[in-house]
């Protein structure tokens, strides 16, 4: 059974996070209409769940970039795809 490298955790963590983001937003406009306090409730937890999400998928990708081979062309898409993350 092949085993997971530390530095491929990036990929399969990242959409968890943006999934769980999303979904609070979207939580929080239906609640906003249909006024349920439940769901308020649910998209507080999909925020906080999302934000440490986040910040596992920042570290795992720190992690990962630095796996890469640091050829210019790699090191200029890695630093872009840092700044859209950050953003």
């Known amino acids: 059974m092949p085993s997971i490298k530390l530095a491929e955790l990036?990929?399969?963590i990242v959409h968890f996070p943006i999934a769980l983001l999303f979904t609070s937003v979207a939580l929080d406009v239906l609640a906003l209409f249909l006024r349920r306090v439940g769901l308020?409730?649910?998209?507080?937890w999909c925020l906080l769940l999302g934000v440490i999400g986040a910040l596992a998928a920042g570290i795992s990708g720190g992690i990962s970039s630095r796996a890469l081979?640091?050829?210019p062309a790699v090191a200029?898409?890695?630093?872009?795809?840092?700044?859209?993350?950050i953003l």
């Open 10 to 12: 990036h990929p399969i």
């Open 40 to 44: 308020v409730a649910t998209a507080s």
């Open 69 to 71: 081979a640091e050829s």
């Open 76 to 85: 200029a898409l890695v630093e872009t795809h840092q700044r859209v993350a």
